[in-house]
């Protein structure tokens, strides 16, 4: 087992979900309650269009690692590598919070300190404190849609899609990376197909671009 590892200090102040790092960080749960709420209020009233639609987020873990980058797996306080099972880091916690839509896990140790795990378009890090250190790295493009009335469940579908991608993308999964500037992470021609594209693109198409 690893111990956390010890990166650079930050040099400037971050922002995630709106709320400055630097700030009241001991006690998040305001801002992860709204991020929480905005995702439900959309995938609610995405059902109210389409019934059967799934929901990309219900889950008791989470993974990172999109496009070409090390896939790894969260889950009870476990960080792990898909590929190799290897231990990452294990933390003895109090609560953990998983934001799909923010490609961030949140945990609260016994000892109350706040770890975030997070992928961004840079790639995966872990951050506690003033300290945080990239796992993997490997630059994607990430759009938010904010123009779009189905924002969070797009960013879900695409981190679906996105995981996809070193096994290979059928010409779907291959359209979505086309469409949000991903295109150079390379795929392979009649992989795998994934529902999280079909549905990427039928959302896509009712409304605007990604940015």
């Not at 009233?45 to 059967?52: D, E, G, P």
């Not at 496009?67 to 009870?76: A, C, F, P, Q, V």
């Not at 469940?153 to 070193?166: D, E, F, G």
Request: aromatic share 10%.
């Amino acid at each position: 087992m690893r111990p956390f590892p010890i990166g650079a200090y930050c040099q400037q102040t971050l922002f995630w979900l709106g709320l400055s790092l630097g700030t009241a960080w001991s006690q998040p749960t305001q801002t992860v309650s709204q991020a929480q709420q905005r995702y439900q209020a959309s995938i609610a009233q995405l059902r109210k269009q389409y019934a059967s639609v799934p929901d990309f987020s219900a889950a008791t873990d989470y993974r990172f690692g999109m496009g070409t980058r090390r896939k790894l797996r969260y889950e009870n306080g476990t960080l792990r590598d898909v590929r190799t099972d290897e231990v990452i880091h294990h933390w003895e916690t109090r609560r953990e919070i998983i934001l799909p839509s923010e490609y961030t896990v949140l945990l609260q140790t016994r000892r109350g300190t706040w770890i975030t795990i997070r992928e961004n378009q840079t790639g995966v890090l872990i951050r506690q404190g003033t300290v945080e250190a990239y796992l993997t790295r490997s630059p994607l493009r990430l759009p938010t849609f904010r123009d779009h009335a189905y924002a969070p469940v797009l960013r879900v579908l695409h981190h679906a899609v996105l995981l996809q991608v070193s096994e290979g993308l059928d010409s779907l999964g291959t359209e979505v990376l086309r469409r949000t500037g991903n295109a150079d992470e390379g795929t392979t021609a009649g992989g795998t197909g994934t529902p999280a594209a079909r549905w990427f693109l039928r959302l896509w198409d009712e409304k605007s671009p990604a940015r």
